[in-house]
């Protein structure tokens, strides 16, 4: 029996993980070449925390090794939340 709720959260699991997993590839594209970064891991957490993102909340540039660790944890939290 085709279940349809299954296929629907499946597709929409899918578009959220390669949103996330883009984004991180980006920013550490980026970093890995010295550019700027921060705006991949805001456009992140402006998609994760919806109406209630402030500016307080965005990440700013820093050296190479504040980004690629600002990465990570980015990583690591879309890891937990995603189970991937």
Partial sequence: ???????YYS?????RTKFWWTRLMMAEV?????????SYINQ????AYGENYTEALA???GTYAENDLAILKECEVKTRIFNC
């Avoid at 029996?1 to 296929?7: A, E, F, G, P, T």
């Avoid at 597709?11 to 578009?15: D, E, L």
């Avoid at 890995?32 to 921060?38: E, H, M, S, V, Y």
């Fill in 1 to 7: 029996m085709l279940d349809v709720q299954s296929i």
């Fill in 11 to 15: 597709a929409q699991h899918s578009k």
């Fill in 30 to 38: 980026e970093n890995g070449l010295d550019n700027p970064c921060a």
């Fill in 44 to 47: 992140l957490r402006k998609r």
């Fill in 59 to 61: 990440y700013t540039d």
